[in-house]
């Protein structure tokens, strides 16, 4: 996994609420066995038309947004399905970092697994980096993961909260799967005991 | 005396591994669904890290999302499709995971077949990578949602890292009126918590209308749980589950079978447990639910009328009732009974069981569908076909006009050929109205399988209490 540490960008404004899995890329595009490629699709209803031209008006087709590493949106991004390919074509776009009041759970641990950074924020916070971020290119926002904070193109810093454990696992570049494997030991043990205590479960 | 803890807390507390100081948990997991559309990177993940699958036997495999539901005794014609079906073929076969494949008569809708083979067990943990595994919960059983990178974690680990979720408890007390099924009384509760009201928690549905509901009316509940933000809904297992899973061929047999029941029987709640967040509803006061906009909040009584963006205060909510009703091409004030549909769809893993079939059947038994709607009916499983079949219900359904098909996901999220086309608008039993869902541009209104069939007689949306009272 990609390392996370700090991210200088141009942020994007998504000022909508309850942007689902489907926006952010539809089921037809889930046909494949990679995780890469996807960023073409990434929110393909909103960003092209019936006849699959770029619509001028949506953010990321706007020239001062196309570099865009940084999303601020509305609360419940990411609702709706488990698809990890929503993560993977935010980060096949080059999207690192999404901020929002809130997130849907699943959306969530999906992100952090693949090195992207969701940072949870009061609406009124949001409110302000959406109107900074609308001021284009020459606005970027500095996320400092270690700090936790985060600087406004005007210089005014704001904080934000993060589980300990999903900070650990981004600064490093860490993959769960080989620190849950370090825990081979106990997982046997209580497998010995939940077979003892259940054993119709196996 | 000891801590009095919730039904979740006590699944939670059997399967804990290990737990950080930072709160973080590494939670054991019993039972794994895998299917075509989510697994083929995680499996590609393992054979780049030279791991093997812990426990193939706590594994199960079925394609459902991709897979047609039209005649398939030549393959599917679709590439990309056929590659993902074949991957998982060979995946299952390399892992030594066991595959319900195209041709077996057991496939099906992988949330349909767990409950249905007894794969599914009260105060078990699941998980697959799909968030509809909330279905589950029906039987006391915790199951979650999850990705694909977790899909691998899994399949890896025989377990899952997370932290613990917070309690909350959907009380559902009083009889549903006639005509008012499971599915709307899911999707009431959704209105009146909205899409994100469970994020964070473990919901428990709880109370007398949801103890009367037969196996399939609290799977229909607990499949929705996630379009209410939950991370998983669950219901305390009683005689009803117990009656379900007995002689499933995956069911424990015997002297285990009398064990897992005695056990089971613990499984509940204790009196004056507490939970983060309560909500009670009174069946009774249900009236059958339709949705209107592009969110499983955006519902509705079907006696209701589009609801007008300018009584919503809040600006962010009403840009995007706005956004909604433009996609839905509907106006404000109209009587949602006026609004015609294109097409209709019964099936997905929220309405595709027996029982659903049964209520759709009821209401075609000597009706047409109406002249300008196409309607699909789309059995969960082969299974569900087959009984369904044996009842005469496929006859029912095709006399009236019904188109009959082969199992799947189908046009619940349209990943197969089954879609709606640009401006076309669908009464369907499935899970999700957001944009597109249904194919791009497509319209849908999210209905229980009676209010479906109803619809698609009286050719729009209609209130099936007047259709019983013909």
Known sequence: MKKFETLTAVAAPLPLINVDTDMIIPARFLKTIKRTGLGKSLFYTLRYDEDGREREDFVLNKPAYKDAEILVTGSNFGCGSSREHAPWALDDFGIRCVIAPDFADI???????????????PQEDVDKLIEGAERGANATVTVDLENQEIKGPDGGVMSFDLDPFK??????????????????????????????????SY | MSRLTTLYDKIWDAHLVDEREDGTCLLYIDRHLIHEVTSPQAFEGLLNAGRKVRRPDLTLAVADHNVPTSD???????????????????????????????????QGICHVIGPEQGFTLPGTTMVCGDSHTATHGAFGCLAFGIGTSEVEHTLATQTMVQTKAKNMRVTVDGDLPLGVTAKDMVLAIIGAIGTAGGTGSVVEFAGAAIRNLSMEGRMTVCNMTIEGGARAGIVAPDETTFEYLKGRPKSPKGAAWESAVAYWKTLKTDDGASFDQEIALNASEIVPQVTWGTSPEDVLPITDVVPNPADESDPSRRTKMERSLTYMGLKPGTPLTDIKIDRMFIGSCTNSRIEDMRAAAEVARGRKVA?????????????????????????????????????GCSMCLAMNADKL???????????????GRQGPGGRTHLVSPAMAAAAAIAGHLTDIRELEAE
């Open chain 1, 107 to 121: 959306f969530y641990s999906n992100s952090f697994k693949n090195g992207i950074l969701l940072i949870k924020l």
């Open chain 1, 167 to 200: 900070k650990y696992c981004l600064l490093n570049g860490l993959d769960d799967i080989g620190l849950s494997l370090e825990k081979e030991d106990q997982i046997l043990a209580f497998e010995e005991k939940h077979r003892a205590a259940q054993p119709w």
């Open chain 2, 72 to 106: 398939r005794s030549n393959g599917v014609d679709d590439d990309e499709s056929r590659i993902q079906i074949e991957t998982l073929d060979k995946n299952c076969a390399d892992f030594g995971v066991e595959l319900y494949g195209m041709d077996d008569i057991r």
């Open chain 2, 371 to 407: 002249d300008h709607v196409d309607a699909m009916v789309v059995p969960g499983s082969g299974l569900v076909k087959e009984q369904a079949e044996q009842e005469g219900l496929d006859q029912i359904f095709i006399d009236a006009g019904f188109d009959w098909r082969e199992p």
């Open chain 2, 421 to 435: 086309m640009p401006g076309e608008r669908s009464a369907s039993t499935s899970n999700r109205n957001f944009e």
